[in-house]
C-alpha cells in the first residue's frame, strides 16, 4: 500500500535536553542513508528509503537562507511529518539521522517526557498568578526552537487531551515544525478517551500542518536485536551487569534521561529511558510503595524494561515480592519484552514463605517471556 500524505509531564524550566544542533553544509539524508548502508551500519529497507524524501524535503527547505528585509514576509514553514508504524521498524533511527543533519534550533524528546514539562511549567505559571497558564508556556517553547523531533506520540491522558490542540495550534502559528513517530494513526490517538470528542479538533491540526506518512515494512528490528540474545542474566555478578549494560547500550543507542510517569496525580519515576527502553533496579521498582496502576502506566510507555538485581524472595522481603508479580503480570498482559538480571533461575527465586505457590505462574511467565519471538509488535 502506498504511504498516504494527508492535508487538510515541578517548577523547573523546560530544559534544552536532547538534540540541538546547528550543523552546516550537510549531505541530503538519502545520501547519507546510502552512506551508512554501505558501509554496513544499517540494513537497506525500502519502506525507510521511501520515506526519507518527507524528511528531505523538511531538512532542505528549513536550511533555505531567509531572505532579509522590511517589507519581506518570512515564508511559511513546511509541513511536519507524522510518521506511524509497527514497533522495531526504524523510525526512531531515521528521526535521529533528520534531526542530526539540521542547522536550525531542534529539540529531540520523548512526546510523553515533553507534556510531563509542559504541566509542570503550566502549574509554576499559575503559582506565579497567570490566568493563561498554557500560552507563555507555548511561547517559551516556540522561542527555543525551529523543530519539535517528538518520539512515539501518544495521547493517554486526559489532562493531556484537553490541552494538546491548542497548545500545538500555538507552536504551529509561531513557525514549529514538528515531526513525530507514533505507533497509532492519528485517528486512533486517545481512542475510546473520556470526552474524546473535545480531543477530535487536535487531529485536525495535525492532518492540516503535518503528512501523515505509513512506514509499513516486515522487518522489527528491535525484535531482531534480541533474536536468539539472552534475556535473562543469572547469577548477578559483574559478568551479568557487563551483559546488561551491552544490552543496554545497544537497545537505547545513546544517552538517557529520567522517565517520570504521572499516575493519579504521584509521579513515579524511571533511572534510565530512551528509544522506547526502560533501565531500573528491582528495589528502583518493586523495593517502593508502588501498585498496578504505576505498573500498568510503565508497560504502556515503554517497548523494552531491562529491570537489574532481583533478588531471591520470600518471608523478608514479601512486600516487594508481590509488586514484583504485579510488575510481571502488567508487563506481560502488555507484551512488554523484559531483559533482566537475577539471583537465581525463576523456578528458584521464590522457594519458601506465603506466595510460593502463587509465584509458579511467574515463573512460568517469566520463561515464556525469554522467548526472541515473544512481545508486542505495535
Not at 70 to 87: E, Q, S
Not at 135 to 161: G, H, N, R, S, Y
Not at 224 to 245: C, H, M, W
Not at 259 to 275: C, S, Y
Request: glycine content about 8%.
Amino acid at each position: 500500500m502506498k504511504p498516504q500524505a494527508t492535508t487538510g509531564d515541578d517548577p523547573r524550566p523546560l530544559p534544552p535536553s536532547g538534540a540541538i544542533g546547528y550543523q552546516q553544509g550537510m549531505s541530503s539524508l538519502i545520501d547519507l542513508y546510502a552512506q551508512r548502508v554501505a558501509s554496513g551500519e544499517i540494513t537497506v529497507d525500502p519502506a525507510q528509503e521511501a520515506v526519507l524524501p518527507e524528511f528531505e524535503r523538511i531538512r532542505a527547505e528549513l536550511a533555505k537562507p531567509v531572505k532579509k528585509g522590511f517589507f519581506r514576509k518570512a515564508p511559511p514553514p513546511p509541513k511536519g511529518l507524522y510518521l506511524w508504524g509497527g514497533v522495531g521498524r526504524g523510525k526512531s533511527m531515521l528521526m535521529d539521522l533528520f534531526v542530526d543533519q539540521l542547522d536550525v534550533p531542534a529539540r529531540r524528546v520523548h512526546f510523553h517526557a515533553f507534556m510531563q514539562e509542559i504541566h509542570t511549567a503550566m502549574h509554576q505559571a499559575r503559582q506565579d498568578g497567570i490566568e493563561d497558564s498554557l500560552a507563555p508556556v507555548a511561547e517559551k517553547v516556540a522561542k527555543e526552537v525551529k523543530v519539535l523531533a517528538f518520539d512515539e506520540m501518544q495521547i493517554t491522558d486526559i489532562t493531556d487531551a484537553m490541552i494538546v490542540g491548542r497548545l500545538f495550534q500555538i507552536l504551529f502559528d509561531a513557525g514549529v515544525v514538528v515531526v513525530t513517530t507514533s505507533n497509532r494513526v492519528p485517528d486512533d490517538l486517545y481512542k475510546n478517551g473520556l470526552n474524546r470528542q473535545l480531543f477530535l479538533p487536535f487531529i485536525d491540526i495535525l492532518k492540516d500542518k503535518m503528512c501523515v506518512w505509513e512506514l509499513v515494512s516486515p522487518n522489527d528490528y528491535r525484535q531482531n536485536r534480541l533474536q536468539g540474545e539472552e534475556v535473562y542474566f543469572t547469577p548477578i555478578d559483574e559478568a551479568s551487569r557487563q551483559k546488561i549494560r551491552e544490552v543496554w547500550e545497544h537497545l537505547s543507542g545513546g544517552p538517557a534521561q529520567p522517565l517520570i510517569l504521572k499516575v493519579k496525580g504521584r509521579e513515579v519515576e524511571i533511572p534510565q529511558f530512551r528509544n522506547g527502553v526502560a533501565r531500573a533496579t528491582f528495589y528502583d521498582l518493586c523495593g517502593k510503595m508502588l501498585g498496578a496502576g504505576d505498573y500498568l502506566a510503565l508497560a504502556e510507555t515503554v517497548k523494552v524494561l531491562i529491570l537489574e538485581d532481583i533478588p531471591r524472595l520470600g518471608r523478608s522481603n514479601f512486600n516487594e515480592a508481590k509488586r514484583f508479580v504485579t510488575l510481571i503480570d502488567a508487563l506481560y498482559e502488555a507484551g512488554t519484552r523484559l531483559v533482566c538480571s537475577a539471583a537465581d533461575q525463576p523456578e528458584s527465586l521464590y522457594i519458601e514463605g506465603e506466595g510460593v505457590f502463587e509465584f509458579e505462574r511467574t515463573a512460568s511467565r517469566l520463561r515464556e517471556m525469554q522467548s526472541a519471538s515473544w512481545g508486542k509488535d505495535g
